[in-house]
């Protein structure tokens, strides 16, 4: 675990007297931050004229953030029938919705057929296979892109790495010609496009590159082969900075972009996706919880929550760190375990972590949530799921 202490005390700016009015826990939005996320987004993608930015709806699917979001233009990456619904009812158009994943059931893709999206990724024969017998059944061609697996490592936590051939996602490089061919023999898919996606929480620009050496190499084989596609798409994964949040509230996407451009080759026509999730809404949300206790130890000082982990779950699950704040407290900094209610020893937000002294009452922060935080809560123990309010609503 990290300590808050190497951090300058710069506390995130919060309408704390609305928040004195809201049953704790929630999740918090500040719009200014997502709307500047987005801008940068738009300024920095649209330097390059044949780039598309999907929002990969999994990182949060408030329908409050979704419109924003869509509202920006960007199209939408999904990985359920559920986040394929969740974008048609925010607005989405339907040929800006993308959807993978490795289990795809007749239910979500039929669905999904009804909704003519964009394009699906799909991961394995079997699958192309059932996505042509139900578009035939509807009379449709549905459009594919195939994930190809690249055996690219990414620096970041392992549950969280997707593109090495270990793991389950995707289609093996050895494949890929022979499943576009079978695409080809099919009457009601058509081969548009090629995805990839290595992992997510990257930071390291490197592990980016190694991607656009190896979409290159995949292509340059393609091209031999005299088979050109219209999109590539290389997935998400850019990560953000969790231990600064109020120092870079929005992550480099100039750099990121940037490092497409330089190292992707693309053919001519051919335009190049991105879904981006954990850069798009992560500092802007911070989960919101009040201290119910602070209980003295032996050796140490607990200040325990009303959020557990099944409000907030990567630092349980991930190991994550975010940040925390003392939201209503200025006094001297003391050391404190921040825990949670729950009945289990991972219940634990933040070890030996320096704060101003916490009473009873207290609201604390939990830092750059917005991403897999509200998404990923559970009804454990019978809680109720935390709400989330926006900036724009506390006014
Ligand atoms: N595209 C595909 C195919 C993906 O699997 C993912 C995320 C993304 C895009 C978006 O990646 P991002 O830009 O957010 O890195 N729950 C974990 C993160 C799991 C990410 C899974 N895939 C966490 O809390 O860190």
Same mark, same amino acid.
């Not at 009457?187 to 290159?216: P, T, Y």
């Not at 009945?343 to 933040?350: A, G, I, K, N, T």
């Given at each position: 675990m990290v300590s808050n202490s190497t951090i300058p005390m710069i506390k995130g700016t919060f309408p704390i007297n609305k928040f004195q009015q809201i049953e704790t826990p929630f999740y918090y939005y500040d719009m200014a931050v997502l709307r500047q996320t987005l801008d940068t987004i738009r300024q920095e993608a649209g330097k390059y004229d044949n780039f598309v930015v999907h929002y990969a709806v999994k990182a949060n699917a408030n329908p409050k953030i979704l419109r924003v979001i869509r509202e920006a233009g960007l199209g939408a990456d999904c990985v359920s029938g559920g986040e394929v619904r969740a974008s048609v009812e925010a607005g989405f158009p339907n040929n800006k919705i993308v959807y993978a994943g490795v289990g795809k059931t007749d239910k979500e893709i039929n669905y999904s057929l009804d909704h003519d999206i964009f394009c699906f990724n799909v991961e394995s024969i079997p699958e192309l296979e059932v996505i042509n017998e139900l578009a035939e059944a509807k009379n449709k061609v549905a459009h594919v892109a195939f994930r190809i697996n690249p055996d690219v490592g990414a620096h970041t936590h392992a549950n969280i790495t997707t593109g090495l051939a270990e793991n389950k996602f995707g289609i093996s490089m050895e494949d890929m010609?022979?499943?576009?061919? &079978?695409?080809?023999?099919?009457?009601?898919?058509?081969?548009?496009?090629?995805? @990839? *996606? #290595?992992? %997510?929480? #990257?930071?390291?620009? /490197?592990?980016?590159?190694? +991607?656009?050496?190896?979409?290159?190499?995949?292509?340059? &084989?393609?091209?031999?082969?005299? #088979?050109?596609?219209?999109?590539?798409?290389?997935?998400?994964?850019?990560?953000v900075d969790y231990h600064h949040p109020n120092h870079f509230p929005v992550p480099n996407l100039a750099e990121y972009f940037a490092v497409y451009?330089? *190292?992707?080759?693309?053919?001519?026509?051919?335009?190049?996706? @991105?879904? +981006?999730? &954990?850069?798009?809404?992560?500092?802007?949300? %911070?989960?919101?919880?009040?201290?119910?206790?602070?209980?003295?130890?032996? /050796?140490?000082? @607990?200040? #325990?929550? !009303?959020?557990?982990?099944? !409000?907030?779950? &990567?630092?349980? +699950?991930?190991?994550?760190? *975010?940040?925390?704040?003392?939201?209503?407290?200025?006094?001297?900094?003391?050391?404190?375990?921040?825990?949670?209610?729950?009945?289990? %020893? %991972? !219940?634990?937000? +933040?070890?030996?972590? !320096?704060? /101003?002294?916490?009473?009873?009452?207290?609201?604390?922060?939990l830092r750059s949530a917005g991403a897999y935080g509200e998404i990923m809560a559970s009804g454990y123990n019978c809680r109720e799921l935390p709400k989330g309010y926006t900036s724009e609503e506390l006014v």
């Open positions: 010609e022979t499943v576009i061919e &079978r695409a080809n023999e099919l009457k009601n898919v058509k081969f548009v496009g090629l995805h @990839f *996606h #290595i992992g %997510s929480q #990257i930071l390291e620009m /490197n592990d980016f590159v190694a +991607l656009c050496n190896r979409v290159n190499e995949l292509q340059e &084989r393609l091209m031999k082969r005299h #088979i050109i596609c219209e999109h590539i798409n290389v997935g998400g994964g850019l990560g451009h330089k *190292h992707l080759r693309l053919y001519p026509g051919q335009t190049l996706h @991105f879904e +981006l999730g &954990r850069a798009v809404v992560a500092q802007c949300g %911070s989960l919101i919880s009040r201290v119910t206790y602070v209980k003295k130890g032996t /050796n140490k000082q @607990f200040a #325990i929550l !009303d959020a557990g982990f099944p !409000d907030l779950i &990567r630092p349980a +699950l991930y190991q994550a760190y *975010h940040r925390i704040e003392n939201l209503t407290s200025d006094e001297a900094e003391e050391t404190y375990d921040v825990v949670g209610p729950i009945c289990e %020893s %991972s !219940d634990v937000f +933040l070890k030996a972590v !320096d704060l /101003n002294k916490a009473h009873r009452g207290d609201l604390f922060a």
